[in-house]
């Protein structure tokens, strides 16, 4: 049985209601059900979690190294541009993972064109509202890990 992480990153526990028109009327909890009833449908375990503080992502993506996680899917929120310290989490834990962003990145402020995270992360996936999470778990139930 396959076990997904899914993190979000800080202020999207206010999405639909935060900025509808770049990030869309759909909350977290709707994407977070939706996503736990993709990957049950496949068999696999789906965990979520939020938090606006970085050391609770940082000990999250850490845990993550012994508890039988398969794949990370992030959406770093405004630390994809701004923590080393995530970054270097992810890559000590050398769990493949798959970088999410409900909005199109590029098409906005220069500063987020920036990531930490792109270059280690298996793909991007950006500016598809929330499709973009349900694409990465559809990629991540299929991923074959190389352990």
């Known amino acids: 049985?396959?076990?997904?992480?899914?993190?979000?990153?800080?202020?999207?526990?206010?999405?639909?209601?935060?900025?509808?028109?770049?990030?869309?009327?759909?909350?977290?909890?709707?994407?977070?059900?939706?996503?736990?009833?993709l990957a049950g449908k496949s068999g696999a375990n789906l965990f979520c979690f939020q938090s606006n503080s970085e050391s609770e992502l940082l000990e999250r993506v850490q845990q993550a190294r012994t508890d039988g996680t398969q794949f990370i899917i992030i959406n770093p929120a405004a630390f994809t541009h701004t923590s080393i310290a995530l970054r270097d989490a992810l890559a000590a834990v050398a769990i493949p993972f798959i970088e999410v962003h409900l909005s199109n990145v590029f098409a906005r402020e220069a500063f987020r064109k920036e990531s930490f995270f792109s270059d280690l992360a298996i793909g991007v996936i950006s500016g598809l509202g929330a499709a973009s999470y349900e694409l990465a778990v559809q990629f991540a139930l299929n991923h074959k890990n190389q352990a």
């Open 1 to 37: 049985m396959k076990n997904i992480l899914v993190l979000h990153g800080p202020n999207l526990n206010l999405l639909g209601s935060r900025e509808p028109d770049v990030y869309g009327r759909v909350t977290l909890s709707e994407i977070n059900d939706r996503l736990m009833s």
